[in-house]
């Protein structure tokens, strides 16, 4: 019998089962309370092949950056490329088509990327929170590794900035995810119904930030 690969089992009132591939390329199993070991161990090996080449596709692309002449950045779900500058004052340049950096990339990729989050997003967080009367008292902007985003207990947003490199809608889905937590601090049927009232394709970004989030992680 083919060993049974590592994952971390999450129970809950749920009535189905799932598997989802973390960022990190962990198997996470989602699964009824209820439900016996048997019955997850043999859903994992009738998927284990795909299983095996997500997680194979997710480690090759989660390579860091390295700041090379040509390497492609993301930004608003696109790529550019990359090129080099020598300039006395070191920063970064974007015109539409090309990135240029002068200095150390990684330092002002994520100083860059987190403005250009903060212009872009937090009118559209006021946008969204305006509109439906769903308040929040602090934002914070933070390069957070396992999270796109969270509500607090008193209301206070976090959001994870690198989101910069993801495409416009899924910018939105996660702001207006983190809002209905204010009226909502689950992820129950009233929270997705209050999700779709206000995004109804929020499934696509959802999908996307599932299949394509670990890409987001390489700066």
Not at 25 to 33: D, G
């Amino acid at each position: 019998m083919i060993q049974l690969m590592k994952y971390q089992l999450i129970r809950s009132k749920r009535k189905t089962l799932s598997l989802q591939i973390s960022d990190n390329a962990e198997l996470l199993i989602r699964t009824p309370n209820r439900l016996s070991i048997k019955k997850i161990e043999s859903f994992i090996r009738e998927k284990q092949h795909w299983i095996e080449k997500k997680q194979a596709l997710i480690k090759n692309t989660k390579r860091k950056m390295h700041y090379h002449e040509d390497e492609d950045l993301l930004y608003l779900g696109n790529t550019y490329p990359l090129k080099l500058i020598h300039m006395q004052k070191p920063q970064i340049h974007f015109d539409g088509t090309n990135f240029y950096l002068s200095g150390d990339g990684k330092t002002h990729f994520h100083t860059w990327y987190k403005n250009t989050f903060r212009n872009i997003a937090l009118p559209r967080l006021d946008y969204y929170a305006d509109l439906h009367q769903l308040n929040y008292k602090k934002v914070y902007l933070k390069a957070q590794k396992t999270k796109w985003g969270s509500c607090s207990h008193v209301n206070n947003i976090n959001l994870n900035y690198l989101l910069i490199m993801a495409p416009m809608n899924v910018i939105d889905y996660v702001i207006v995810h983190e809002l209905a937590h204010i009226k909502h601090k689950h992820h129950q049927s009233e929270f997705w119904q209050l999700v779709k009232s206000i995004l109804p394709n929020y499934h696509q970004a959802k999908n996307w930030l599932k299949e394509q989030g670990h890409q987001l992680r390489r700066l």
